[in-house]
């Protein structure tokens, strides 16, 4: 199923909203919340970003001065026109965030992953649903231009039946973030597999479906880590094999994706720019995000060789994350299906616990197999 493109505003256009207003409450303002979620919500027309919910610092009140901030989750739950939450806290006060909000009538999109255990995710699902909640996960990647293009050429024939699907995050960094809750061995759903391993398996999932086995090894690179900073996933269908692979000493990184089929492949370097720029202190603010938004330079499209054929750049579609909201606000208005579904980001949590088991013990697991 493809993701809906965005469909609010168009690139380089003056729009000023849409008749209603979903107005958010954003709960953390750490790395998610300040470059993946803030940004994001407030460009997309018919969203609010209402209040940010920062417990000890005011880096939200020096970015957004004219937002509310809560210290509190009472504070902000107070205000009762704030009809959508969204949790970007660490993983581990995922559940808790969630509930509440479920429980205090509101819709809610959570950070991948939902939660560090299958039980309370599949808790917190049947609780939306008793309450008639919106609940989806931030899977953003899926607006990747990248992923976007190889969901096309798929869905196009242009690989014929593909045999071997690859995806991989390749990043250099030999020391440990200072802090990082992420790099903590004591932190319930910390290392790399749980960080990104959501990006790659999620897509994976989206593109083939269900696979029949996996076989996860969660590996240390670095002598200093006391968690996994590097992972391979395999993902074994009938007739197509998906390795997903993160590393984190990769000074010169490999292809981001390659796809090997009966009439091509296809094959891409370079990770989507949109990151970076939501990273840096370029990041957009408000609705206009610039005409190029989500481009990328010819020379990192990636390259098609088919059968009989000179190889050939393909242009890469174009990313914009702002889609993922975009279709939140209109499910939550009635007017489309909901992307991220709770059928598919529980499909998600089984593939990273499954990956997890299978490296604790060594061995391919089913895909039947009980997630806990």
């Not at 970007?88 to 255990?117: I, M, Q, W």
């Not at 390795?243 to 490999?254: C, D, V």
């Not at 390259?303 to 209109?330: C, I, Q, W």
């Amino acid at each position: 199923m493809r993701a809906t493109i965005y469909s609010g505003l168009q690139p380089g256009a003056n729009v000023k909203g849409t008749n209603t207003m979903v107005r958010v409450g954003l709960i953390g303002f750490g790395l998610a919340g300040q470059a993946f979620h803030a940004p994001v919500i407030r460009g997309v027309p018919g969203m609010e970003l209402a209040c940010i919910l920062e417990r000890h610092t005011s880096n939200a009140q020096k970015r957004y001065p004219e937002v509310r901030i809560a210290r509190s989750l009472d504070e902000m739950l107070s205000d009762k026109s704030i009809g959508l939450c969204v949790v970007a806290t660490p993983n581990d006060s995922h559940f808790s965030y969630t509930k509440t909000c479920l429980e205090a009538g509101r819709d809610v999109v959570v950070d991948k992953p939902l939660t560090p255990t299958y039980a309370e995710a599949e808790q917190l699902v049947r609780l939306a649903a008793d309450r008639g909640r919106l609940l989806t996960v931030y899977q953003d990647r899926r607006w990747d231009g990248a992923f976007l293009t190889v969901q096309k050429l798929i869905a196009a024939g242009a690989l014929g039946s593909v045999a071997e699907y690859e995806a991989r995050f390749d990043r250099f960094r030999l020391d440990a973030k200072p802090g990082a809750w992420r790099e903590k061995a004591d932190h319930p759903a910390a290392g790399v597999l749980w960080d990104l391993g959501p990006h790659l398996i999620d897509g994976a999932l989206v593109l083939f479906g269900e696979p029949e086995t996996i076989y996860g090894a969660a590996l240390c690179q670095r002598t200093t880590s006391t968690v996994d900073d590097a992972f391979d996933v395999i993902l074994q269908y009938p007739s197509t094999r998906v390795a997903l692979r993160a590393r984190i000493i990769a000074y010169a990184p490999s292809h981001h994706l390659l796809l090997h089929g009966s009439e091509g492949s296809f094959v891409k370097y370079g990770m989507d720019p949109q990151e970076e720029i939501l990273r840096s202190e370029h990041c957009p603010d408000g609705l206009d995000w610039g005409a190029n938004w989500g481009l990328e330079p010819e020379e990192r499209w990636g390259t098609l060789s088919r059968v009989g054929e000179a190889p050939r750049k393909v242009t890469t579609e174009r990313g914009d994350y702002r889609g993922f909201y975009a279709n939140v606000r209109d499910s939550i208005e009635k007017k489309s299906p909901l992307d991220v579904t709770p059928e598919q980001f529980m499909r998600t949590m089984r593939a990273l616990i499954l990956a997890h088991k299978s490296s604790r013990e060594k061995r391919v697991v089913r895909w039947s197999e009980s997630p806990e």
